[in-house]
Each structure stands twice: as structure tokens, then as C-alpha cells.
């Protein structure tokens, strides 16, 4: 099989054309790293790229498939993994000066399930330092580029995944969304990436940017492919507290279903209208109206709360952030700056993170540690909590009448590199429609719904289902992506410069 | 207990000299309140799997979770809950059926999270009580302590300054840092203020620390070594002026590790207090050091300056609700608490007041009763554990408790000696031999050859010995004298080295010389 054919293949069919032995694991990686090897040079969307390693991985696979092994459909699949899950053969920096170099004694559960599925991890991906981010520009390590126009911004915090995949530099991608980071450089690089109820996927070894908000979940190019990493790494875990035991919803099997007939679909009223690009408003009004020609009822619905929801979000995850990126202090692991003997513990401490953390963390930890400082606290990180409980009461009403919810995934189009980068706000507005379901904890999807008639860019339409009934949401998108693909004639990502 | 009662100039570490303690307890009346770690003894720590053994070599019991690798998350353990529930059952405390764990974010270079997994404004266990007894001229006198709270935290790492001579931060060259203590699970107890103990205050907390330590133990929850650091004191005290009703600034010592210090560290903290205020000053809200060598304290850093610990639910951990049928099921299951053991042990002992108190003050309460469950009679038991034992610990200066003899072992000296295959001469040595670590009681018999000399041939060759080497002592005895077989038995007593049951021999001679 030639290397073209492969890198042009969906995730199902590679990981089919493994199994059947039509190619193997090796096989695909190879072809994979040349593609990367290629292309990576312009997009920039990996931090870390290790042939041997990946290769070593590649064999061990198809060692375990001849020994009569199934670890499952996507035994012998590369993917690209974001570099904010730890990894025991590659380094792991979150996309910040103060892990340079660190390589992490253990895998994130993501990591080892990814693993045990017989996947093969081709690298580490750039994303925002910490997460923190809607552009891929806050990382330490240079800016990565949107693969259909390389002079904007691939999305954020997951932007070196979604730019790998969009360039189809892996054909599955891994992402943490804690308030949009997987949804927002889906939709803007023209992928299907979902956000999975929290507590469906585990954190343990994700570097953890806001804990009650975290969440990993998949990027890929198509809604079987997003379905299907998403089952490969999702379910229970008892090192992950929040870890929600019950069964990974049927989300395969949904993605496979793939109609609305008779589904309701509610149409949240609050994301929409003014501030919002026309470009991505007709695209989305066009995508309701397909939902309702395949047999859903579409009502609109109003979610007065998620109007707060911005707000609340830039209390709760700076004020988390702030606690949880207190370890970074030189101690044991990372960055260490001053140390000449001449300075105490604490010096030491603080020159290194003076240094090590980049300015939009910096932002957020002192944003945070305001809100949760005495006399502040009930004012700030107080009400912030009782937002959330409000949001999530504003869902529950919600999907007492309807079965999901839609949106625009974000407010425009890709946006040019720079041009939010000295203004901060104009920057958490591309999280504006991601951010509710975060803060309610239920499960999300972006699946791509056209390209903006103002710029040619990729439009994402944002699908939200109750918490653990993340199977709606892959219904929904896949009914979506076969109807559009239909008209269009083809997958969207064909008409991306990047495309293969 | 917040608001200063003076305005005088601040006055903390080198300050006015103290006053007599009768003297201020004439102008003053102490307000007390304590914090008490306990370290408690289940297999893993609070948040990860790591071993909790006391001693291990430095950073060799962490993991990922307990050295805050990025990514790691805390899964709480069970076993520290249920420990957790069963001390604030045992102190009559209601136990919440909700509630969550809170971080307390401050930076210390032992602290590999720089925040500590603790519990904030819920705890598990909250508004308990516990009566403690003090010895006074008049007679004991009981007091009810009350229970503000006990929730459950995180132990920090160790840090050990080198280089240097003092082994303080200041002055060294370098610091290590063993994080096998991280994590480790602490149940924090917190006293309401106690108020109303007069001159009695220093023995009132000292009885409160003791009864404690007693009523964890036999919860066994924990070792409660407090020479290891499994419980620690910090001691908060204030005065005010006597017939006052304002709380005075309280200081709060930290760092009070044995019974001793902690009465110590209240009595020096109300004469130093006193003499501050007695000289127009004002008491600083601060933290002090105790100080075992001096008994008194320094100032470590003042509250003015205090940190705020921007507490908040730990968003890790999910919050911990004990269902009422757990905490029914282990509120029925707690064994004996050490106040009901000792009217028990009282009544059925037979023993007074004082022959209670000095079982108490020699803290050898557990011991005897665990003597008397392995068979002892509770009179012996209770003669070995004051008398011989409580000797060689004051010798040895070690707690009672740790002398290295177990109960089961005094109750089989006791036994051997009842048999009659011990005299209480031979005993002693038995116990010299355990207390050497020459093995059980009866590995020490065999080996040190103790055992009495009361098998009749062995003896009865000693007693014709003797008889024959004093024939004159014999014939007084044959013609009645008995008392001329004190000699004989002296013979006797000579050529077994003792380990003649002198008693036996004297029968024997009497038998061989026709006297019954
Ligand atoms: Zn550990």
C-alpha cells in the first residue's frame, strides 16, 4: 500500500486495512512520520516527533496482532498526542519553558488506554502553554499554523492537534477541552472534535490546567474516526476521583446510526446574533434547516444563564489554574533558575517561575489567586459557583423538552495570527459558546457544517446532549456530515490546501 | 479568640521577664485551646498507595501522587475515613453526612503540591466533648473539654538543614527534602476554648493530651508515638484579667511533642504573657517554638504577617458522604473506651482512688489490664508494672510502653512464679533477660538455667549434703530446735546457688530429721 493511500485513509479504514493485513502498523507510521517529515515544517503542529520511538511502537503492535492479539479497530492507528497528557517514552512540557525537557516517569490513563488499543503515538502536539488559550499562540515553543490558511490560527488550546489532523498529518488526534479547547480548533480547522461529559475520559496524568473543567476527548477528520478514539480511551478510572463509573455511552454505534428522524433538536437563543460573523451564522442557519429537512423538530430555546457563563469561566479556571500550577516551583522536576548557592528555596522558587511561565499564565494565576483570596472569595469565586449551578440548571430545564441542543461552535472563522494576541478579551470571545457546557459538565461536539462565504474558512456547528449521553451528540454530527458530505460531494477537508 | 485586650507597645520574643506562675494566675485567667495532629497507622497514605512505615530511607515510599508529578490526582483512602469517623464517634461528635475537602495553598519547599489536601469549613466530625480528670489537693476534679471539630489532612515532606552548626535553616548550607512523609494521613482535633481551669490549666491540657492520645490508641488508629511525631501538639493560650470576660490575644505554640512539654509550654506561655502584660505591653498574635531544652518558647513568624491560604473544595476529589448505616454500624462496633475501661478496671480490681490514680499517672492503665488478660492476677500484674518496671523505664528513661517487655511476657513471670518454679529473686533476673533481649521469659529460664530447684531428687541430694556437713545443727533439730534448721536451709540454698525453692528444702530437712 502506498503512502498516499494510507495517509488519505479514514482511522476505520486504516485500522480495517491493518487487521486484514492489506498494510501494517509499521507501514502506517512510516508513511505518517513522511508526511510529517513533509508538511510539519510549515504547520508546526508537533512539539516532539521520535521515529525510532514511534516505529519501535509500531512493531510492537504488529508483533502482538501476529501473535493473534485484538486490541481493537484501531490496533496499528498513528496518532498525534497533545502534549499536556504525560508520556514514559517522550518528553512532556504542556507547551511551557518550565517542563523543557521533562520527561514523566509514568503514561496518563489516556496515554496507556491509547496504548493498550494498539495505537501508535507519532508525537507531542503544540497547544497553548497549559492549555491556556484559544489560538495556539500562548506556547513557548512558536506559533502553529491553520492549515487552510497558514497565516491564522489553528485554534486553542488543542490548535497542534487539530492543525495535525487538518494537515493530515495523523488521522487522529487527541485534545483536552476545559472550555472549548477541542470544539474551538475543530470547528476553525474544519474537524470533528468532541468534548465528552466530564468525568468520561480521565485526567490522571493530563497536566491539569482546571480540574472541575478538564476533559480529553478526540479530534479527527471524520465522526466514525472521533467516535471511535473516543471509545478507545474513555471509560472508568479509579485513579481519577471524578472519573464517572458507568459504561462509555454506545457513541460508535451512534456515529454508525447516523439519523434524526423524529430527534428534537433545540436552538439555544443566547448563542447567535450580534458579534457573531455572518459568514458563520448563514452556515449554521443552513445546518438547522438540513436537521429539520432529515426529520428533527426544531425549536428554539433560551438559556438566559449563558450569558454569565464567560464570566463565571474566567473566574473558576484562573482560580484553579492558580493552585494547581503552584507545584511548578524547581523543586523536583522542570525548570530551575538562580540556583548558585546563594539563594534560598523560596528565591529560587520564584526567579523560576518569574521565568519559566509565560505571560497569559502568569495572567490567569494572579486573576486566580485574586478570586480566591480572603474577602474576595465570595464575591468572585463565590458567584462564579453559583453561575455554574444556574447553567446547569438552565440545561436541565432545556433538555426536559429537547433531546440536544445546538450552536455555532464559535463566534467566527479561523482569525488571523496576532490579531488577538495584545487583547486578551477579544480572545476568551472565541470560547463563548463552548464555555456552558463545560461549566454544566455535559457532553459536546463540534462536527464541521460549511466554510464562510466571507473567507472560505471552515464553520463548526456545536452539538450539546445531556451529561453521559454523549451518543447523542455522534448521531446528530454524523447525520450532519453525511448530508453535507452528499450536496458537497465530498469530504470538506478536500478543499483544504493541505489536503492529500 | 481574636481581640486584644491592651494597646500597649507589641511585645513578642525578648520582652519583659516572666512572672512567677502563682503570681499571674492571681491577676489572670488562662484561656486554652489545642490542636492535635495525629498521624494516623493505615497501610497507605491519604491519597496514594505508597507504604507509610516509619523510618524507611529517604524517598523511598513516593509516587507519582505524592511527589505532585504533573498530571497525578489524589484518590482518597477509605481506611483514613473510617479512622477518621471512629475518632469523632469516640468523641461524641455528630459526623457530617457530606462534606468535602478543601486545598490550603501556601509554598513550602516540603510541600510537593504547594498546597495541602485539607478540610476547610466542613469537616467530617464537629461539637464534641471530651472529660478528662485532674489531680488536685482536694481530690480529682473532672473537666469537659469540647470538640470544636476533627477533620482529616495530608502530612508535608521533611525537610533537614546540613552544614552548619545548628541544624537550623539559618546558618546552613544546604537542605534535603524526604517526601516520605507526604501524604501521609493526619486527623487534625481541635478544642473549643477552655476556659474556667484557673491555676489547674497546664495539668488540664496535659490530662486532655493524654486522654487522647489513650482514646486513639485504643481506637487503634494509630501508634500515637509521640517521641516520632504521630501526635503533635500545637498549644494556643490567652489571658485575661481575672473577673474579665474579654479573651485576650492568643499566641499559639507549635511544636509541643511529649505530655511534659505540653503542660511545660501552657505554664511558661502564662508566665510569659503575664509579664508582658504586667509591664503595659501587648501580647502579639503569633506563633511560638517550643523549646525542649529550656521549656519555654520562641517567636516564629506573627500572624500580623499572616498568610492567606485562599482555601477552596479541592476539585480533585469528590466529596465524602458516609452513609448513616456506616457510621451507626462503626459507632456499634467501638471497643471499650479508655474512661469506661478504667471504671471497669476500678470496680473490678477493688482499687481506690489513689491506687487508680498512680495506675494513671504511671500510664500503665493498658498495660496492666493487657497483663491481667493474659492471665495475671491483677494485684501482681499491677506490683510489676509500678514497681520493677516503672524502675527500669526511669532508668532507661523510656516511656513504660516502650520498654521492650510485653504484657503476655510479665503475665508468664507472674505464672512461673506461681508454679513455684520461679522465686521473685529468680524473676527479676527473667525479666533483666527479656528486658536485654534474650528472648521470651522461658528462653531466658532455659538459657540463663534460672529455673527454681524443686525436683525432690536434686534437692534431696542437697539436703542430705547439708545435713551431713552440720550434724550438730541436725541433732538440735532431731531434739526439736526447730529453728536450728535455718542453717541447713542456708546450706542448701548455698550449694544451688540460690535456685533452691527454700521453702521445699526446709520441708525436705524437716521430713529426713523426723519433725513434721
Ligand atoms: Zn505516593
Sequence with gaps: MTASEIVRMTAAELGAAVRSGQTSAEEATGAYLDRVAEVDGQVNAFLHVDRDTALAQARAVDARLAAGED???????????????????????AASRILEGWRPPYDATVTAR????????????????????????????GVTRNPWDLDRIPGG??????????????????????????????????????????????????????????????????????????????????????????????????????????????????????????????????????????????????????????????????????????????????LRVGDDGTRSAEEVMSLTRAEGFGPEVKRRIILGTYALSSGYYDAYYGSAQQVRTLIKRDFDAAFENVDVLVSPTTPT???????????????????????????????????????????????????????????????????????????????????????? | MVGAVTNGPATSGVGPAPVAFDDAMRSYEPVLGLETHVELGTASKMFCSCATAFGAAPNTQVCPVCLALPGSLPVVNGAAVESAIRLGLALNCSVASWCRFARKNYFYPDM?????????????????????????????????????????????????????????????????????????????IVTKPIEHTGELAPQVARAYVAELRDLVRSLGISDVRMEQGSLRCDVNVSLMPRGGTEWGTRSETKNVNSLRSVERAVRSEIERQAGVLNSGGRVVQETRHFQENTGTSVPGRSKEEAQDYRYFPDPDLVPVAPSAEWVEELRATLPELPAAKRARIKAEWSLSDEELRDLVNADAIELVAATVE?????????????????????????????????????????????????????????????????????????????????????????VDEAIAGDPDAAEKVRNGKVAAAGALVGAVMRATRGQADAGRARALILERLGVQ
Excluded at chain 1, 501508535?120 to 506556547?139: C, H, I, Q, R, W
Excluded at chain 1, 498529518?169 to 475543530?186: K, N, W
Excluded at chain 1, 445546518?287 to 444563564?305: D, I, Y
Excluded at chain 2, 546552613?172 to 501521609?184: F, K, L, T
Design chain 1, 71 to 93: 486490541p481493537g479497530p484501531l490496533a496499528g492507528v498513528p496518532v498525534a498526542h497533545k502534549d499536556v497528557f504525560t508520556t514514559a517514552d517522550m518528553p512532556t512540557t
Design chain 1, 114 to 141: 491509547l496504548r493498550q488499543a494498539g495505537m501508535v503515538v507519532l508525537g507531542k502536539t503544540n497547544m497553548d502553554e497549559f492549555a491556556m488559550g484559544s489560538s495556539t499562540e500562548n506556547s513557548a515553543y
Design chain 1, 157 to 334: 488550546s488543542s490548535g497542534g492537534s487539530s492543525a495535525a489532523v487538518a494537515a493530515f498529518e495523523a488521522p487522529l488526534a487527541t485534545g483536552t477541552d476545559t472550555g472549548g479547547s477541542i470544539r474551538q480548533p475543530a470547528a476553525v480547522c474544519g474537524l470533528v472534535g468532541a468534548k465528552p461529559t466530564y468525568g468520561g475520559s480521565s485526567r490522571y496524568g493530563l497536566i491539569a490546567f482546571a480540574s472541575s473543567l478538564d476533559t480529553p476527548g478526540p479530534l479527527a477528520r471524520n465522526v466514525l474516526d472521533a467516535a471511535l478514539l473516543h471509545e478507545a480511551f474513555s471509560g472508568h478510572d479509579p485513579r481519577d476521583s471524578t472519573s464517572v463509573d458507568a459504561p462509555v455511552p454506545p457513541v460508535v454505534e451512534a456515529a454508525r446510526r447516523a439519523d434524526v428522524e423524529g430527534l428534537r433538536v433545540g436552538v439555544v437563543k443566547e448563542l447567535g446574533g450580534e458579534g457573531y460573523q455572518p459568514g458563520v451564522l448563514r452556515r449554521f442557519t443552513e445546518a438547522v434547516e438540513l436537521l429539520e429537512s432529515l426529520g428533527a423538530k426544531v425549536v428554539e430555546v433560551s438559556c438566559p444563564s449563558f450569558d454569565a457563563a464567560l464570566a463565571a469561566y474566567y473566574l473558576i479556571a484562573p482560580s484553579e489554574c492558580s493552585s494547581n500550577l503552584a507545584r511548578f516551583d524547581a523543586m523536583r522536576y522542570g
Design chain 1, 413 to 500: 472563522t479561523a482569525f488571523p495570527l496576532g490579531e488577538r494576541t495584545g487583547d486578551p478579551m477579544a480572545m476568551y470571545l472565541a470560547d463563548l459558546c463552548t464555555i456552558p457546557a463545560n461549566l454544566a459538565g455535559n457532553a459536546a461536539l463540534s462536527v464541521p457544517c460549511g466554510l464562510a462565504d466571507e473567507d472560505n474558512l471552515p464553520v463548526g456547528l456545536q452539538i450539546m446532549a445531556p451529561a453521559l449521553a454523549d451518543d447523542r451528540t455522534y448521531r446528530v454530527a454524523a447525520a450532519v456530515e453525511a448530508a453535507l458530505a452528499d450536496r458537497r460531494g465530498g469530504p470538506l477537508l478536500a478543499g483544504s490546501a493541505f489536503a492529500v
Design chain 2, 112 to 188: 510537593p503540591k504547594n498546597y495541602q489536601i485539607s478540610q476547610y469549613d466542613e469537616p467530617l466530625c464537629s461539637d464534641g466533648y471530651l472529660d478528662v480528670t485532674v489531680d488536685t489537693p482536694e481530690g480529682p476534679r473532672e473537666f469537659r473539654v469540647e470538640i470544636e471539630r476533627v477533620h482529616m489532612e495530608e502530612d508535608t515532606g521533611k525537610t533537614a538543614h546540613m552544614g552548619g552548626a545548628t541544624g537550623r535553616i539559618h546558618g546552613a548550607e544546604y537542605s534535603i527534602v524526604d517526601y516520605n512523609r507526604a501524604g501521609i494521613p493526619l486527623l487534625e
Design chain 2, 374 to 462: 493474659a492471665g495475671a492476677p491483677p494485684a501482681d500484674a499491677r506490683k510489676w508494672w509500678l514497681n520493677e518496671l516503672s524502675r527500669r523505664a526511669t532508668e532507661t528513661e523510656v516511656e513504660l510502653a516502650d520498654l521492650p517487655i510485653t504484657p503476655e511476657q510479665v503475665a508468664r513471670v507472674v505464672a512461673l512464679v506461681a508454679e513455684g518454679a520461679l522465686t521473685n529473686k529468680l524473676a527479676r533476673q527473667v525479666v533483666d533477660g527479656v528486658l536485654n533481649g534474650e528472648g521470651d521469659p522461658d528462653t531466658v529460664v532455659e538459657a540463663r538455667g534460672l529455673k527454681v530447684v524443686s525436683d525432690d531428687s536434686a534437692l534431696g541430694a542437697a
